[in-house]
């Protein structure tokens, strides 16, 4: 279990990560999102012990990362993928690190069997694909059986099988009750895999909570709806104190009541419902509405566009 008190790093005149206070739990697969320059690199470095903070602590089960007596068997982490020596194999890559470690030989050929890197384990590492560096790296990640695991961007280079075996791995490693954080830009990924997410933006925390939870306090979600009078229908839920939109093909986009409430209007209209569907916003359209004038660095396309909605 990862806990993160206060913690808060600052680098001359910018504060990188601000007063974060989080606890990351075993069993449970951790979403860690935000845009580029929101903290999180600097956060699982100092998780790490790789940056020293500013101010507050983290934790891995009680201890920091420095004080860990064996860190591979409570913590591993894919930080980097291609920080590796090129000229060696898979194999030996593995095996340095596990002499250092105490850790058993059979235990790198376990963890390239797992990575599915055994057909290759005898290649220089320079010779890989970005893909086959990923999963190097989360091979290494793993080799201890860490009870925590950080996987930083782990999609990267992947193909559809490698995706699909990351997926599976990750629910595996909560179900075996290991402590699984994930960062990724990947929005549709992130939702298929993650329990729970945490959003950070301009180095504070923006949301920790599931996707429903995330879903239930987002202003995106909607009930969709179409009727034989829709025109009559939006009086009645307007006077329910419902907010309607005209969606497409003339349907209601009604927010501010549930389904029972709009039949219960349509009911007293004596107005016969043809649809009535709930409607969730995606994973990137609540990222992009929590996160929306904290984002450090937009693009000039974003700009141009934000102006064209504002005329």
Request: hydrophobic share 40%.
């Amino acid at each position: 279990m990862i806990e993160m008190r206060n913690l808060t790093k600052t680098f001359k005149d910018k504060i990188s990560v601000n007063q974060l206070s989080l606890v990351i739990q075993p069993g449970v697969v951790t979403g860690f999102l935000g845009p580029n320059g929101a903290g999180k690199s600097t956060t699982m470095k100092m998780i790490l012990g790789l940056m020293n903070p500013s101010e507050g602590s983290v934790t891995i089960d009680g201890q920091s990362y420095k004080a860990l007596k064996q860190p591979i068997s409570k913590i591993g982490a894919l930080i980097n993928g291609n920080a590796v020596n090129p000229k060696l194999t898979a194999k030996q890559h593995l095996e340095i690190i596990a002499a250092a470690s105490g850790i058993s030989e059979k235990q790198t050929e376990t963890m390239l069997m797992e990575t599915g890197l055994e057909k290759v384990k005898d290649k220089p590492i320079g010779t890989f694909s970005l893909g086959m560096k990923q999963r190097l790296g989360i091979a290494t990640a793993l080799l201890g059986d860490p009870e925590t695991v950080i996987l930083d961007e782990p999609f990267n280079g992947l193909d559809v099988d490698g995706i699909h075996w990351l997926r599976e791995l990750t629910r595996k490693l909560a179900q075996d009750g290991k402590a699984v954080l994930v960062s990724s830009h990947l929005m549709s990924e992130m939702q298929m895999i993650a329990d729970r997410m945490i959003i950070l933006a301009q180095g504070k925390l923006i949301a920790d909570m599931t996707i429903d939870e995330l879903s239930q306090n987002s202003l995106g979600s909607f009930i969709k709806v179409r009727c034989e009078d829709n025109k009559e229908l939006q009086l009645l839920l307007t006077a329910k104190g419902a907010e309607v939109k005209q969606g497409k093909n003339e349907e209601l986009h009604v927010y501010q009541l549930d389904m029972e409430q709009i039949g219960l209007a349509a009911k007293t209209g004596q107005l016969a419902l043809f649809e009535l569907t709930k409607i969730q916003p995606s994973l990137e359209e609540l990222f992009v509405e929590l996160t929306e004038g904290k984002i450090d660095y937009v693009s000039t396309d974003n700009l141009l566009a934000k102006g064209r909605e504002s005329r």
